[in-house]
């Protein structure tokens, strides 16, 4: 394939730096990290504790400025952006999904998945569709109408990813989002998120501590000394 034919990143990190103070000592967190994720790709952000994958997502997610390198989201440069232009892109290109679910405890599992839909000016009949579309496809049909503290770990879990893709993202940023769960659970809410981001073609930067979890998505990036580097899958 030229480079005419490939796809164009929807995520694209160049060169990022991020260096933090502890007293008189510097910690440098990202030190270049680079990388491109593409359309409909799960790609898993993995690494030790304390290597900066929190870090790199927030700053992916344009809840941190870098110090240096550049953020680019679906073409738009995003780094220098004014804290306005930061949040608008925010809520029209992305979505969130973190290790424990922040869903709002007084409303649904719909009405979690409705809300941000509202905020972004769909109409209330469009949103609840979305959502119930969404909440369906996750196994939750039955349980939409349930507020978070009638739903298990895994339905909770589940309803945040439906949260997290109900604008229709471009991207979406995972942080540890199956940490919090048991084994079996764990597995049927990764399958969920996984087969979403193949059906709806979003971009999917996952960071997680379960390697096995990583080797079964499209492609894996290690943080090693605040740079990316691609881990090549072992030949079966």
Known sequence: MDASQRPTPILRLAGLQRTFRQGAREI???????????????????????AGKSTLLH??????TPDGGSVVVDGLECASLSDKERTRVRRSQMGFVYQFHQLLPEFSALENVVIPQLILGRSKKAAEERATTLLESVGLKDRIHHRPAELSGGEQQRTAICRGLANRPRLLLADEPTGNLDPRTSERVFSSLIELVHQTGVAALIATHNLELAARMDRTLQMADGHLVEVTPDPQ
């Open 28 to 50: 440098r967190v990202l030190d270049g990290a680079s990388a491109d994720i593409f359309p409909g790709q799960a790609v898993a952000l993995v690494g030790p504790s304390g």
């Open 59 to 64: 700053t992916a997610g344009l809840l941190e």
